[in-house]
Each structure stands twice: as C-alpha cells, then as structure tokens.
C-alpha cells in the first residue's frame, strides 16, 4: 500500500502564490507516474498537472499551464504543486495521486490514478 499526504493549502488572495507537497510512504514510489488533481463541490475530480517517475516529462491542464509548476524529488519521496498567479476560480480541494503502473505515461482521467491523498483545501480570494 502507499500513503499519500497533502499539505500547504490555505487561504490566499488572487495574485499570490502557494506551494503544495505531497509525501509518499509504505512503498518506494520513484518509478510511477504522480499527479495533481483538484476537485469543487458538485463537480468531478479534474486533473491539473502531471509528472513522469524521473521528471523527465510533465503535463499541464490549459487553465494552469504557464501558471503551475510540479516537480518531485524522489530521494525524498515528494511531489510539490507551486502555484503562482493564482484566481479565484483555483479555489478547490487539491488531491496528489499516484498511477500504479509502470508506463510512463501522464493520464489526465482520475480513474487511471491508484492511489489517493486526503487532499488540502486551496482558496483565492478576490
């Protein structure tokens, strides 16, 4: 099993910058794919960003590309979501999710994600 943990979301206003991370435990999570997804009341699970297991590739969602930058340092089984620029219409709870699946790919659907965080709440004020 892997554990996932969210942290350092909070309440900012538009403009400002966040920085998310997500601490993987139980397993060595340094050969799949991780990802960030955020989710409102209402909606589904949507992806934001995406990276491959070295780093080597990323993928962004057009509302946060240019915006949002992942990374992952995998000697300490991290992924981090820095945040500038951020909108009202980021506000959202923010999930880290890892593809059990060793292919290197970045899938943007939520279904191909294995494992899950609690998520953190993230929201822009106007």
């Known amino acids: 099993q892997v554990q996932l943990v969210e942290s350092g979301g909070g309440l900012v206003q538009a403009g400002d910058s966040l920085r998310l991370s997500c601490a993987a435990s139980?397993?060595?999570?340094?050969?799949?794919?991780m990802g960030w997804f955020r989710q409102t009341p209402g909606k589904s699970r949507e992806f934001v960003a995406g990276i491959t297991w070295n780093g080597g590739r990323t993928n962004y969602a057009d509302a946060v590309k240019g915006r949002f930058t992942i990374s992952r340092d995998n000697s300490k089984s991290m992924v981090y979501l820095q945040m500038d620029s951020l909108k009202p219409e980021d506000t959202a709870v923010y999930y880290c999710?890892?593809?059990?699946?060793?292919?290197?790919?970045?899938?943007?659907?939520?279904?191909?994600?294995?494992?899950w965080g609690q998520g953190t709440q993230v929201t822009v004020s106007s």
């Open positions: 139980g397993r060595p999570v340094n050969t799949y794919t």
């Open positions: 999710a890892l593809r059990w699946r060793k292919d290197d790919t970045i899938p943007i659907m939520a279904n191909e994600y294995e494992y």
